[in-house]
């Protein structure tokens, strides 16, 4: 589990060089958000994120349009991920419910980066069990491949001899998206094994920011 968390470490970087080269300085004047970010978004919201067609826990073919109706914090992952992904999910749906105490109105997202055994009911039970507004998205391969370059995500399956027992590498990055503005920030991963992460109360902290900002 060690190896499998250094290569998603590894992975983690090389998406957030990905990221780094997305953003830069914009003046406070422009940007409703600046007293929030963590840094600057390049080219406004129009960078990272963008149109998909997915299928959701029901089986249903949903666009952005029918997900976002309300802020939302999305994950890429899978649901065979031995380690990072469910500490992620976890983290995501405890800053929902801390979210919700405050009074704002925020649900999670988990869009799936191994559709192949990600199917619509392996979603339904994950997503349930993580929290009951949490929304589970797979589709076809390139469906799904679309909708993580949009979000400039990184996922590689890593190579064996048991084609239904495998492990997935990638980044693990949770967007902010508003439903009047599109990708808004990102939060790094939840810690985990005793390292650095960013905890439940800061992504609750930042996304109230955001949204009483909007």
Known sequence: MRRATLLVTVAAVAAAGLLAGTWYSTT?????????RSASVAGGTGAIGGPFTLVD??????TQDDVFTRPSLVYFGYTYCPDVCPLDAARNAEAVD?????????????????PERDT????????GYMHPD?????????????????YKTYYSRRETDDPDNYLMDHSVFT????PEHGFVDFFRGAPSYGGEGVEADEVAQRTACYLDAA
């Open 120 to 127: 619509p009911e392996v979603l339904k039970a994950f997503a």
């Open 175 to 178: 967007y902010l998206v508003l």
């Open 98 to 114: 801390l979210l919700t105490e405050r009074g704002y109105d925020v649900q999670p997202v988990f869009i799936t980066i191994d």
């Open 28 to 36: 406070r004047a422009t940007d409703v958000f600046a007293d929030c």
């Open 57 to 62: 826990q029901d089986g249903r073919t949903v």
């Open 134 to 150: 949490m929304i589970g998205l797979t589709g076809t391969p390139d469906q799904v491949r679309a909708a993580s370059q949009a």
